[in-house]
T-cell receptor, first 112, second 112 residues
Framework: SQTIHQWPATLVQPVGSPLSLECTVEGTSNPNLYWYRQAAGRGLQLLFYSVGIGQISSEVPQNLSASRPQDRQFILSSKKLLLSDSGFYLC???????????FGSGTRLTVV | AQSVTQPDIHITVSEGASLELRCNYSYGATPYLFWYVQSPGQGLQLLLKYFSGDTLVQGIKGFEAEFKRSQSSFNLRKPSVHWSDAAEYFCAVQGGSYIPTFGRGTSLIVHP
């Protein structure tokens, strides 16, 4: 069966520090991968998606970047965090069809 | 373009009462439609999905949803709510691309 792992679960980082969040998928190949950010009461904001290794599409200009170094690995990064980067980050994978999407358990990022 | 609206930010019901959460979408054809549930601090879990066929779909945890093309709606229902159903519920629509659009969510509060 397919599983998705996302870590860390919580993170407290000072302003200006770097960020690296990792997401890996098991049990499938060539998945579509997504990074979402969720702010309280504001639903899910799509940040990045990837349909293949090295292929990254950005939905929102921001202080973040994403990379897909391997087929089932998706990394969210920042060189210098801002206070506004605080939020709940969710990784998800899907095939783009009617099966829907599977989400990781999320990372609560607090920038102080 | 695709969009989805969840008009209710909060819904409060008593335990044992019936539930209906509203979802309206905009898309030129019949899209893929999904309902997800999110417990506090967790990722999203797929409850049910619709892409064709019978307009009444059954999901996990006793939930069902009905697709009504004439009303562009995909409302989620449950005949008897349990206290454990208290969570955030998201409707999502996916049209011709592999990028789903999520609603802003409806927070379900269950009173004993």
């Amino acid at each position: 069966s397919q599983t998705i792992h996302q870590w860390p679960a919580t993170l407290v980082q000072p302003v200006g520090s770097p960020l690296s969040l990792e997401c890996t998928v098991e049990g499938t190949s060539n998945p579509n991968l997504y990074w979402y950010r969720q702010a309280a009461g504001r639903g899910l904001q799509l940040l990045f998606y990837s349909v293949g290794i090295g292929q990254i599409s950005s939905e929102v200009p921001q202080n973040l970047s994403a990379s897909r170094p391997q087929d089932r690995q998706f990394i969210l990064s920042s060189k210098k965090l801002l206070l506004s980067d605080s939020g709940f980050y969710l990784c998800a994978w899907g095939t783009g069809g009617s099966e829907g999407y599977t989400f990781g358990s999320g990372t609560r990022l607090t920038v102080v | 373009a695709q969009s989805v609206t969840q008009p209710d930010i909060h819904i409060t019901v008593s335990e044992g009462a019936s539930l209906e959460l509203r979802c309206n979408y905009s898309y030129g054809a019949t899209p893929y439609l999904f309902w997800y549930v999110q417990s506090p601090g967790q990722g999203l879990q797929l409850l049910l999905k619709y892409f064709s066929g019978d307009t009444l779909v059954q999901g996990i945890k006793g939930f069902e949803a009905e697709f009504k093309r004439s009303q562009s709606s995909f409302n989620l229902r449950k005949p008897s709510v349990h206290w454990s159903d208290a969570a955030e519920y998201f409707c999502a629509v996916q049209g011709g691309s592999y990028i789903p659009t999520f609603g802003r969510g409806t927070s379900l509060i269950v009173h004993p």
